[in-house]
């Protein structure tokens, strides 16, 4: 008997909603963690389908797959029940069983499994095996909802509620506040109750006018906020043979001047000031004081000679108000609790690498062949842990540190192992969602005010000026967020109806 695959298949269709699901954040297994060969949901949701079920009625069950082959019927359960019946009673009533060896992100397997099949998974990249064993065994294992029972005053309230989604917010939240204990002092909040966001550093290097041998600041395009009402930009002035900074804001077609790095001196802003043009392109460097251009190969030189350094240029807030992002420039006081992040950082690194016979910060070689990665672009990167500035390292090991401490404590709790594991397996998760979101191949999104993170583009590019996020704030790229976007896949997978497998 044909299969409904041999004979048909609405491609048009499918592509449409597989290319509307690339939007689809929210309880999407794409923000558990990257896979950059994850099918999307519904291309292999109605693969399965119509691989399975015969060409018989077919335009009937074309219509039927149109409308299972979309995101938000996932977890219709009628639709998804009337597919699973479908698939089963067209195998002669047996639970089919289907073995995807090169499972990867995960997509197949999980159609699978919401289809009705009992489903296997393999992939020989541990990353993909933790990425399978978050999406398919424990949400399935240790993740159903159960019917819990709460004394509320006088009367016991009964509700649903999934033990490991309230195990993951939990321990989540311990290691937030554990994390924050210790280094939430590296990251103050301003004195008019502002929290920063973020950082933004400027890489540097010397102009190589022997005349004048100035600080360059490294600097795509000077924009902070370019929305269609909100224009907000840095601004370069020369000022003592030196570059300094403005915070300068678009009214009409005036720049009206914010805030001056130097005290008491306010640059008059041309009218025609672009910030889209910023001090380097394609590696070619600009020095602002002299006005002479460092080639490429220079700067590429400068980097690998350990001549470049950074410059913190300006702080992304949040304002207690509700009022959306705002800017100031960098400070003394920012840059002094930066070094003290430093110093601390060299303490506690020394103290994990001895309790864990490794070096807490990355040291594995990177790639210095590869053009895809900065690695190997001859800037004298070679190691993976040179993609994060001291205080975003010291955020990192202090989070993963956490996260081995909370398995510690849930073992001492009296968890089970297995379950702990299933549970320290999102934290962990959220620790490598830390990374993409902070590391020193993140920008700002001036459009959006949104951190971009790491995994944008397909390749590590050279990024000249980056943000470094709070992981403690309340916005864009923090720890909280992260864990808001893992609970909501917990929330979507756990409501998966289980699979009866068979003898
Ligand atoms: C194209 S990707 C699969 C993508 C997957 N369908 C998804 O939706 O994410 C191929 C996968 O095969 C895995 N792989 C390659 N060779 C393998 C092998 N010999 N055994 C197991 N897995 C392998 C790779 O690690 C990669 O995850
Ligand atoms: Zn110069």
């Given at each position: 008997?044909?299969?409904?695959?041999?004979?048909?298949l609405p491609?048009?269709?499918?592509?449409e909603?597989?290319?509307?699901?690339?939007?689809?954040?929210?309880?999407?297994?794409?923000?558990?963690?990257?896979?950059?060969?994850?099918?999307?949901?519904?291309?292999?949701?109605?693969?399965?389908?119509?691989?399975?079920?015969?060409?018989?009625?077919?335009?009937?069950?074309?219509?039927?797959?149109?409308?299972?082959?979309?995101?938000?019927?996932?977890?219709?359960?009628?639709?998804?029940?009337k597919?699973?019946?479908?698939?089963?009673?067209?195998?002669?009533?047996?639970?089919?069983?289907v073995?995807d060896?090169?499972?990867?992100?995960g997509?197949?397997?999980?159609?699978?499994?919401?289809?009705?099949?009992e489903?296997?998974?393999?992939?020989?990249?541990?990353?993909?095996?933790?990425?399978?064993k978050?999406?398919?065994?424990y949400?399935?294992?240790?993740?159903?909802?159960?019917k819990?029972?709460?004394?509320?005053?006088?009367?016991?309230?009964?509700?649903q509620?999934?033990?490991?989604i309230?195990?993951?917010?939990?321990?989540?939240?311990?290691?937030?506040e554990?994390?924050?204990?210790?280094?939430?002092?590296?990251?103050?909040?301003?004195?008019?109750?502002?929290?920063?966001?973020?950082?933004?550093?400027?890489?540097?290097?010397?102009?190589?006018?022997?005349?004048?041998?100035?600080?360059?600041?490294?600097?795509?395009q000077?924009?902070?906020?370019?929305?269609?009402?909100?224009?907000?930009?840095?601004?370069p002035f020369?000022?003592?043979?030196?570059?300094?900074?403005?915070?300068?804001?678009?009214?009409?077609?005036?720049?009206?001047?914010?805030?001056?790095?130097?005290?008491?001196?306010?640059?008059?802003?041309?009218?025609?000031f672009?910030?889209?043009?910023?001090?380097?392109?394609?590696?070619?460097?600009?020095?602002l004081?002299?006005?002479?251009?460092?080639?490429?190969?220079?700067?590429?030189?400068?980097?690998?000679?350990?001549?470049?350094?950074?410059?913190?240029?300006?702080?992304?807030?949040?304002?207690?108000?509700?009022?959306?992002?705002?800017?100031?420039?960098?400070?003394?006081?920012?840059?002094?609790?930066?070094?003290?992040?430093?110093?601390y950082?060299?303490?506690?690194?020394?103290?994990l690498?001895?309790?864990?016979?490794i070096?807490?910060?990355p040291?594995?070689?990177?790639?210095?062949?590869?053009p895809?990665?900065?690695?190997g672009?001859?800037?004298?990167?070679?190691?993976?842990?040179?993609?994060?500035?001291?205080?975003?390292k010291l955020a990192?090991?202090?989070?993963?540190?956490?996260?081995r401490?909370?398995?510690?404590?849930?073992?001492?709790?009296?968890?089970?192992?297995?379950?702990?594991?299933?549970?320290?397996?999102?934290?962990?998760?959220?620790?490598?969602?830390?990374?993409?979101?902070?590391?020193?191949?993140?920008v700002?999104?001036?459009?959006?005010?949104?951190v971009?993170?790491?995994?944008?583009?397909?390749?590590?590019?050279?990024?000249?000026?980056?943000?470094?996020?709070?992981?403690?704030?309340?916005?864009?790229?923090n720890?909280?967020?992260?864990?808001?976007?893992?609970?909501?896949?917990?929330?979507?997978?756990?409501?998966?109806?289980?699979?009866?497998?068979?003898?």
């Amino acid at each position: 008997m044909k299969r409904f695959i041999e004979e048909l298949l609405p491609i048009k269709e499918i592509s449409e909603e597989s290319a509307r699901e690339k939007n689809i954040r929210h309880g999407h297994i794409s923000t558990l963690h990257i896979w950059w060969a994850r099918r999307p949901l519904i291309a292999s949701r109605a693969t399965v389908y119509s691989a399975l079920v015969s060409a018989e009625n077919i335009e009937e069950k074309k219509k039927f797959l149109l409308k299972i082959a979309k995101w938000e019927t996932s977890l219709n359960k009628e639709l998804i029940e009337k597919a699973r019946e479908e698939i089963k009673k067209e195998s002669g009533g047996r639970v089919l069983r289907v073995l995807d060896p090169f499972s990867g992100g995960g997509s197949i397997p999980l159609e699978c499994l919401r289809l009705g099949l009992e489903t296997h998974a393999i992939d020989y990249n541990p990353v993909a095996v933790l990425i399978l064993k978050c999406v398919l065994e424990y949400p399935q294992k240790y993740g159903r909802p159960q019917k819990v029972v709460e004394q509320k005053g006088f009367y016991k309230e009964e509700k649903q509620e999934s033990p490991l989604i309230k195990d993951v917010q939990r321990w989540g939240e311990w290691v937030l506040e554990s994390a924050k204990k210790e280094i939430g002092r590296f990251y103050p909040t301003d004195e008019d109750g502002s929290i920063p966001v973020g950082y933004l550093w400027a890489r540097t290097i010397p102009c190589q006018n022997p005349l004048c041998g100035a600080e360059i600041p490294l600097i795509r395009q000077f924009w902070l906020a370019k929305k269609e009402k909100k224009k907000i930009s840095l601004y370069p002035f020369v000022y003592n043979k030196r570059v300094e900074f403005a915070i300068v804001k678009k009214e009409g077609n005036q720049w009206k001047v914010l805030e001056s790095s130097v005290e008491g001196f306010e640059p008059k802003v041309p009218e025609n000031f672009d910030p889209e043009k910023g001090t380097v392109a394609r590696a070619k460097a600009v020095c602002l004081v002299c006005g002479s251009t460092i080639e490429d190969d220079d700067v590429r030189r400068l980097f690998r000679e350990g001549k470049a350094s950074q410059r913190m240029t300006a702080v992304v807030l949040s304002t207690q108000k509700g009022e959306g992002k705002s800017y100031r420039l960098a400070t003394e006081k920012d840059l002094e609790f930066y070094r003290l992040a430093e110093e601390y950082l060299e303490e506690k690194r020394k103290k994990l690498w001895e309790e864990w016979g490794i070096d807490p910060v990355p040291d594995e070689e990177m790639n210095t062949k590869d053009p895809n990665t900065v690695a190997g672009r001859g800037y004298g990167f070679t190691k993976w842990g040179d993609l994060f500035n001291s205080r975003q390292k010291l955020a990192l090991i202090t989070f993963t540190e956490k996260v081995r401490l909370a398995y510690k404590k849930m073992l001492e709790e009296g968890y089970d192992k297995d379950y702990a594991k299933a549970v320290v397996s999102y934290l962990g998760l959220g620790v490598n969602r830390l990374a993409d979101y902070n590391s020193m191949q993140c920008v700002w999104h001036v459009s959006k005010e949104l951190v971009a993170h790491t995994f944008g583009r397909q390749a590590l590019q050279m990024v000249w000026d980056y943000i470094e996020v709070n992981p403690f704030s309340k916005a864009t790229g923090n720890w909280a967020d992260s864990f808001g976007y893992l609970l909501g896949v917990l929330s979507h997978l756990t409501q998966i109806p289980p699979v009866e497998a068979e003898e």
